[in-house]
C-alpha cells in the first residue's frame, strides 16, 4: 500500500501545471464566409493543438450566430469573426477580437495567458 501512495505521490508532483489547468478553453466565434477564420485555419488551427497554448487552453469553436454553450460566461457579446474568447471555468478572461496575423495572435494569446496565471512560452 505504501508503494502505491508514493507511485501515486511522484506521479502527481511530476504533472504539469498546465494539465492542472484543464477548466481553462479558448473559444473562437467564428462564422461560414469569414475569410480571417479561413486565414486562422489554414496558419494556426493545424498547429495549435500541438502547441503549450493548445494544451493549456484547448480551442472549443462556436458559430457567432448560434447561442453560446451553457456554462459560458462573457463580459459583453460577440459582434466580430473571428473572435477568440479565453475562459476559466466558462467564464472571460481575455479576448482577441479579429485575426491579427500569426505572429501577433501568438504574442497576444501568450498574455492573455500569463493575466490568467498560466505561464507557457509562446509559440509563434
Same mark, same amino acid.
Given at each position: 500500500?505504501?508503494?502505491? /501512495? ?11 501545471p498546465l494539465a492542472l489547468r484543464a477548466e481553462m478553453a479558448l473559444l473562437m466565434a467564428e462564422e461560414d464566409g469569414c475569410m480571417w477564420c479561413a486565414r486562422w ?21 462556436? @458559430? ?5 454553450? @451553457? ?12 473572435? /477568440? ?17 500569426? @505572429?501577433? /495572435? ?19
Open positions: 500500500m505504501r508503494h502505491l /501512495f508514493l507511485l501515486v505521490l511522484a506521479v502527481t508532483l511530476l504533472i504539469s485555419d489554414s496558419e494556426i488551427s493545424g498547429i495549435y493543438p500541438k502547441t503549450q497554448e493548445g494544451v493549456a487552453a484547448p480551442l472549443r469553436r462556436v @458559430d457567432i450566430h448560434e447561442t453560446l454553450p @451553457d456554462g459560458i460566461s462573457l463580459k459583453r457579446p460577440l459582434y466580430y469573426t473571428p473572435t /477568440f474568447v479565453l475562459l476559466d471555468n466558462g467564464h472571460e478572461v481575455g479576448r482577441i477580437e479579429g485575426y491579427p496575423g500569426e @505572429d501577433f /495572435f501568438w504574442g497576444l494569446l501568450g498574455v492573455m495567458l500569463r493575466d490568467a496565471g498560466v505561464q507557457v512560452e509562446t509559440s509563434g
